[in-house]
């Protein structure tokens, strides 16, 4: 398992640019995330872009540009829209044009807390050494100081049936999550409690994994990538159409 800091992922994506851009056949995607600041209006006021090295700009300007362009509904006190500062996560298309330029598009957006500090779960050895592979879907709780104040267990898959390794590869992953931090939601600045749901993929049978991977795209159900926090709740909503019109 892996948790790639984003600027990494647009650094590949700009690579993309050069040469090589033209042997690229299927268009890609990369998750990348934002913070924004919205006045009571629902009006952009800022976008920022955590942990981005300074050759992600021809991208994230592009975006940004795209965001601002969008109408959002703020939160509210009493009733009254306020100003907000939200998290952004965005599933970027990236391919290529047939002058071998970057092509970017936005085909889902989604608002709500966005996790800062990341920690991945410890492999539990008895299970690698007996090959246990598995996921472990949480949900996590998010206090107003952006800390873990509970772990649920959503779901969880291995063909290990033991209790044991339930029991390892769960315990593993709750120590992990328990360190994560988030930023939260803020409305009229004040935080906002909120929930994440995680999954945690151990893949020491590789081929477990890929076979559950290509279950679950025949079911037709989105996978989440492993280590990635999704915000089950957010104050804001996007009132724009998201579609993967070029941008």
Request: hydrophobic share 40%; charged share 20%.
């Amino acid at each position: 398992m892996a948790i790639c800091r984003q600027w990494a992922a647009v650094f590949l994506v700009l690579l993309l640019m050069g040469p090589a851009a033209a042997a690229m056949v299927k268009p890609k995607e990369v998750i990348l995330r934002a913070y924004l600041s919205l006045d009571s209006e629902g009006a952009v006021q800022s976008v920022e872009w955590p942990r981005m090295e300074p050759q992600s700009r021809p991208i994230t300007d592009r975006l940004e540009k795209a965001i601002r362009r969008w109408e959002f509904e703020p939160g509210t006190v009493d009733g009254s829209p306020v100003a907000t500062r939200t998290g952004l996560t965005l599933w970027v298309g990236v391919g290529n044009n047939s002058q071998g330029g970057l092509t970017l598009s936005i085909t889902k957006a989604q608002t709500g807390v966005v996790a800062d500090h990341m920690v991945i779960p410890r492999y539990p050895m008895g299970q690698a050494k007996s090959g246990n592979s598995a996921t472990v879907t949480l949900v996590l709780d998010v206090d107003g100081g952006g800390s873990v104040s509970n772990v649920t267990l959503q779901h969880y898959e291995s063909r290990a049936k033991s209790v044991k390794s339930r029991e390892e590869f769960e315990a593993a992953s709750r120590a992990a999550a328990m360190l994560w931090k988030f930023t939260p939601e803020s409305v009229a600045g004040k935080p906002i409690p909120s929930q994440v749901r995680v999954p945690f993929d151990f893949c020491m049978d590789t081929g477990w994994c890929y076979r559950k991977h290509l279950r679950n795209q025949a079911a037709g159900q989105p996978e989440t990538p492993s280590g990635m926090a999704t915000a089950l709740d957010s104050v804001v909503r996007i009132k724009s159409e998201i579609t993967a019109t070029e941008i």
